[in-house]
C-alpha cells in the first residue's frame, strides 16, 4: 500500500498567485481529510469528506482557501489568491470511516509565499 | 467540543531513561484517543489508540499509553527511550465525529 501521497511536497511561490495542492487516499478509504500546520497554531483541520461530500468546512479560514473531491481517489486544495500567512504544511488524511477509524497522513506539502 | 491540552512544549531525556508525555483531554463521554509521532519533515505516525476495553494500551516502537478516566488523562510512556524517539509527539482525541490535536510535546533525546 503506498499510504497517502501528496504533491507537491514543497511549493514555493510568490504572494497572490494560485496554489493548488493535491492529495491521493489510500484506496479504500472514504473519508479525506486537510490539515494546516505551523508554529503558531499548530495542527489544525480544515476540512473534511466523506464519500467525496464535504462534511465539516468551518476550519476553512477565508473565501481564498477551496477544497473539492471530484472523486474517491483524489483532492485538491487551492489557494486562490495566496498571501504569506498562508505559509505552513498542509497534510491530507484519509480514514475508513470519518472520526472513528484511524487517520493516514499523507507527507505533507511544506508551502512557503514569498 | 472536546479538547486536549498536552502541558509540555518541550522534554528533555537521556537516552535510556524513561519518558512520560502528558495528555489531558475534556470530553462528556468516553472519547476516542491517540497518540501519533511527527519526526523532522514527516507526516504523522500513528503510535496507538484508545477506543475501548483495556486501559492499557501497547503501540508501536515499544510505547505505551494509560486512559485513565477519573484524571482526564492519556499519557504516552516507555521505558527506555532510544535517540532515534526524538521527534514530536502529537496527542489527538475523537468525539462527535470531530478530531482535535494537542499543541504537540518535543522530544529532545541526550546521548
Known amino acids: 500500500d503506498a499510504g497517502v501521497i501528496q504533491s507537491p511536497r514543497h511549493e514555493v511561490t510568490e504572494m497572490g498567485q494560485e496554489v493548488t495542492l493535491r492529495c491521493k487516499p489510500i484506496s479504500g478509504h472514504n473519508s479525506l481529510f486537510w490539515y494546516r500546520q505551523t508554529m503558531m497554531r499548530g495542527l489544525e483541520l480544515l476540512i473534511y469528506?466523506?464519500?467525496?461530500?464535504?462534511?465539516?468546512d468551518s476550519g476553512m479560514p477565508e473565501d481564498r482557501f477551496s477544497a473539492k473531491m471530484p472523486n474517491a481517489s483524489f483532492s485538491t486544495l487551492k489557494i486562490q489568491p495566496s498571501e504569506p500567512r498562508d505559509s505552513a504544511v498542509y497534510f491530507c488524511a484519509s480514514s475508513s470511516n470519518v472520526g472513528l477509524e484511524t487517520q493516514y497522513f499523507g507527507p505533507g506539502t511544506r508551502l512557503l509565499v514569498l | 467540543a472536546q479538547s486536549v491540552t498536552q502541558p509540555d512544549i518541550h522534554i528533555t531525556v537521556s537516552e535510556g531513561a524513561s519518558l512520560e508525555l502528558r495528555c489531558n483531554y475534556s470530553?462528556?463521554?468516553?472519547?476516542?484517543l491517540f497518540w501519533y509521532v511527527q519526526s523532522p519533515g514527516q507526516g504523522l505516525q500513528l503510535l496507538l489508540k484508545?477506543?475501548?476495553?483495556?486501559?492499557l494500551v501497547q503501540g508501536i516502537k515499544g510505547f505505551e499509553a494509560e486512559f485513565k478516566r477519573s484524571q482526564s488523562s492519556f499519557n504516552l510512556r516507555k521505558p527506555s527511550v532510544h535517540w532515534s524517539d526524538a521527534a514530536e509527539y502529537f496527542c489527538?482525541?475523537?468525539?462527535?465525529?470531530?478530531?482535535?490535536f494537542g499543541a504537540g510535546t518535543r522530544l529532545t533525546v541526550k546521548p
Open positions: 484508545y477506543f475501548s476495553g483495556d486501559t
Open positions: 489527538a482525541v475523537v468525539g462527535n465525529n470531530d478530531m482535535r
Open positions: 469528506f466523506n464519500n467525496n461530500v464535504p462534511i465539516d
Open positions: 470530553y462528556g463521554a468516553t472519547p476516542y
